[in-house]
């Protein structure tokens, strides 16, 4: 079972939160640039203004409607705040800027028994965090729990048991259809759900082909789509003082190797790696030193770290003695990602490769690691023919 | 192997340790060398997996025309390093020996400790095999050897070592197969081309077959493509 919640789109939420004042009027939030409406408030879309519509013919339609531009940080932060407080309900969650948030029900049986309560929690939760109160609809897919969302009304949960009974007699617009499918079906006289499950599945496909099927099989509630896991981001960082200030470089290689080890504690506790290893230098009365590097796969491991950012530190000539040395580590995820290079280690040994050829002629130079190239259209002297280039890619 | 049969070398091993009969087939993994001869010659049917191999001789015994062969053969199965501290790897007479250029890696380091740090890295990235054609003066070489061999015996990778000069004892000490070639005389096609080289090779050590075997073979040059 997935809960579908239906607040106000983002941006306008952002703006509410802003100014608790726009709190039940019409509200237009729109793009300054494109001069086209982004979202509006249900005041506003109750007279006529509908997303994607220009600014200009949405103030025909609600003549009194405030505009204001999109506060994108604002908007960040309201998703950023939604995903946090349904993560601690249910781990399976994922929200959308038009203001639906999905929470996957599966699993959750014993943490919550009383499928009740966690919906009264879920409603009470998101109201003490945002201005506004959600509808919540229950469905056994993605496509049939919006539906339901759409009819529920604030406070009224509304649960489908029986998809068939329930899309029977909604509109046919419910569907995601483009504009030609949109002209077909009104071509048709396919008003409803009901009209378009009535036509065979085979003839349906001969009319649209193969890949409006997905058209029919939302009709019959069929919708394989499975909600994309939000994760919250984990911030890993260690960082140690150094009193009298450091001077000597060959002292900063030991201190960062123990600063790696502990991040690699860190990281295999939480069964995590790491994709991006960021080394800040606080110097005596200079601007700080920063020195960050990426990898193409979640490290895991203290002297995975340690081995990646040592060249980097060889080159480091700091302009004064070292105060501070403070090691992070960014775009965490989880460790498996490795994992498959274990199972097929061809794909492991590729990417290994490329890795670890790129780090050498980087802390060196790139003509350190060289591959033959022929060239095919050269003089038959061998010196023409055969030209050794810096490897670029992995073998 | 019958099940009596392994229950009496089973207990020949608790008794005797080393001592105790043992199978005939190769215990560790090898790789060709390209030459049947030589395969031969070492006892276990190539160079070692996970272990140091010493080609030794003097200019123009061959020895690194035999390196170049295992070089081309195991850059056809995967990715192989050339470690060329004299920079002087001939990119047509690999190719006439039928190397991959796509998975050969050629490294030319400046200093010895460069080239031995590209090699470290690269076989435990998962070189299947690495070669170090390392010059005649090759001063801090020992040091940086039983790190390499570290790195090599967990990746599993072949090391293989072609020296000029006399070699140290630390490097002796390392490698678990010596082969020390000689050339004998030069041979020709009939239309006075050189078809190659006669070479005489000897095992003085190995510690995964018997020691001291000798052979002689053509030493065949590739006609150009």
């Known amino acids: 079972m997935i809960a579908c919640v239906r607040l106000p789109a983002l941006p306008v939420l952002a ?17 300054n640039a494109g001069r086209t409406v982004i979202a509006a408030s249900i ?19 609600c003549p009194d409607a405030i505009v204001q531009p999109v506060d994108q940080v604002g908007t960040a932060r309201v998703r950023q705040l939604l995903l946090r407080t349904l993560y601690r309900l249910t781990p399976e969650v994922e929200v959308s800027d038009a203001g639906y948030a999905f929470i996957d029900l599966r699993g959750s049986t014993w943490r919550w028994p009383d499928r009740d309560v966690l919906l009264e929690t879920i409603d009470g939760r998101i109201r003490a965090l945002l201005p506004a109160r959600p509808a919540l609809g ?23 048991d029986d998809p068939a ?27 409803t759900l009901g009209d378009l499950r009535r036509i065979p599945r085979v003839a349906f496909r001969r009319q649209f082909g193969l ?27 260690e960082s140690t003082p150094l009193d009298p200030p450091l001077e000597d470089m060959e002292a900063l290689q030991f201190v960062v190797r123990s600063l790696a080890d502990r991040v690699g504690e860190l990281l295999a506790a939480g069964g995590l790696g790491a994709r991006e290893i960021v080394i800040r230098l606080d110097l005596d009365g200079s601007p700080p030193h920063r020195e960050s590097v990426r990898y193409a796969y979640p490290l895991t491991t203290g002297q995975d770290l340690f081995d990646r950012i040592r060249g980097r530190l060889k080159r480091v000539r700091p302009a004064a003695p070292l105060e501070r040395i403070t090691l992070s580590v960014r775009h965490v995820e989880p460790a498996y990602v490795r994992q498959p290079g274990l199972l097929l280690r061809r794909d492991g040994l590729v990417e290994m490769l490329a890795d670890a050829i790129g780090r050498l002629q980087e802390e060196s130079r790139p003509e350190l690691i060289q591959r033959v190239m022929v060239i095919a259209d050269a003089t038959p002297v061998p010196d023409r023919r055969y030209r050794l280039r810096p490897v670029t890619d992995s073998p | 192997m019958p099940d009596r049969l392994q229950q009496a070398l089973t207990v020949l091993e608790t008794r005797f340790g080393s001592a105790a009969p043992r199978p005939a087939e190769p215990r560790h993994a090898v790789r060709s060398s390209g030459i049947p001869e030589l395969d031969a010659l070492t006892g276990i049917g190539g160079w070692p997996v996970g272990r140091l191999s010493l080609l030794a001789g003097e ?38 020996l039928g190397a991959c250029f796509e998975r050969l890696l050629i490294v030319r380091p400046k200093t010895i400790k460069e080239g031995m740090e590209a090699a470290r890295v690269l076989a435990r990235a998962g070189a299947g095999s690495v070669c170090l054609d390392v010059p005649r003066d090759a001063k801090g070489l020992d040091a940086e050897l039983p ?58 050590k190995n510690r995964m077959a018997t020691p001291g075997r000798r052979a002689r073979w053509l030493l065949e040059y590739p006609r150009p493509r």
């Open chain 1, 15 to 31: 703006a509410v939160r802003q100014d608790p004042g726009l709190r039940g009027r019409p509200l237009v939030v729109g793009e």
């Open chain 1, 43 to 61: 005041q506003a879309r109750s007279r006529g203004v509908v997303p994607g519509m220009s600014l200009t013919h949405a103030e025909q339609c």
């Open chain 1, 138 to 160: 229950l469905g056994a897919t993605l496509f049939v729990s919006r539906l339901a969302a759409d009819r529920a009304q604030p406070g009224a949960p509304r649960l489908v």
């Open chain 1, 165 to 191: 009974s329930f899309l029977e007699p909604l509109p046919i617009s419910c569907l995601p259809l483009d504009d030609e499918q949109r002209e077909y079906v009104e071509l048709l006289g396919l008003r």
């Open chain 1, 211 to 237: 890949r409006a099927l997905r058209l029919h099989d939302l009709a019959w509630g069929i919708d394989p789509r499975v909600i994309p896991p939000w994760r919250p981001p984990s911030r890993i960082e």
């Open chain 2, 59 to 96: 200019n123009g015994s061959g020895k690194r025309t035999i390196a170049q062969r295992h070089v081309a053969l195991a850059s056809q199965e995967g990715a192989t390093v050339y470690v060329d501290f004299r920079a002087r790897l001939d990119p047509e007479f690999m190719h006439r």
């Open chain 2, 147 to 204: 790190h390499l061999l570290h790195r090599a015996q967990d990746a599993e990778c072949s090391l293989l070592l072609v020296h000029d000069a006399e070699v140290e004892d630390v490097i002796r000490y390392y490698a678990s197969v010596i082969v020390r070639v000689e050339r004998r005389r030069w041979a020709f096609h009939a239309d006075g081309d050189l078809a190659g080289i006669e070479v005489e090779a000897a095992v003085l």
